[in-house]
């Protein structure tokens, strides 16, 4: 079996289409697939970047090829508001619940199918009853499980998410899910 660790934001439109596209890419492949939490902002930091929202004509694309994108591959998809977020508390949330693929896919259509603010109290309880964490989300244990992520992440070269990486190689953004699958299917190339 073929392990994979997929790192992402749920700050990035990004990550929740390739997070949904996933399982298709990886159809009848022998995958095992570790989800890790990472803080973008932090990662963007230590490569002295400026996040793609903050440059005006790149956010404005960001936005139109994102709402293309997930109607191309017929994913529901709802801008959240405001956009950028803080990532942290939703973030720190999937690691106190144990990041699997149903705590991420909740969170991720929390934030890009229910739209809306995702720092909503009453919207955040809910998907924290739902979800029943096992660790504090606010708790130093959480805290510190993030920056090593996103320490670890920045160490083997992660500029951004998603990435997955496979074998010591890194696989950036949803158009890098077909090449993923070109080198599971083919090892030697």
Not at 42 to 61: I, N, S, T, Y
Not at 177 to 183: N, V
Request: glycine share 6%.
């Amino acid at each position: 079996m073929n392990r994979l660790v997929f790192r992402f934001d749920v700050v990035s439109p990004y990550a929740y289409l390739a997070f949904e596209r996933l399982p298709d890419v990886l159809e009848g492949l022998d995958v095992e697939v570790e989800y890790r939490p990472v803080l973008l902002g932090a990662l963007l930091q230590h490569w002295g970047q400026k996040a793609p929202v903050d440059v005006a004509p790149k956010r404005d694309w960001i936005y139109r090829h994102t709402r293309w994108l997930a109607a191309q591959h017929g994913l529901p998809f709802e801008m959240p508001q405001p956009h950028p977020f803080s990532s942290l508390p939703l973030l720190r949330l999937i690691i106190a619940c144990g990041p699997n693929r149903r705590v991420v896919e909740a969170v991720l259509r929390h934030v890009w199918v229910e739209g809306g603010d995702p720092h909503d109290p009453a919207r955040l309880a809910a998907l924290a009853a739902t979800l029943a964490p096992a660790a504090d989300p606010a708790g130093d244990a959480v805290k510190a499980a993030l920056r090593a992520h996103t320490e670890e992440a920045a160490a083997r070269g992660v500029f951004g998410v998603p990435t997955v990486e496979f074998d010591g190689e890194q696989f950036w953004g949803l158009d890098g899910l077909p090449m993923l699958a070109d080198r599971l299917r083919n090892p030697t190339r």
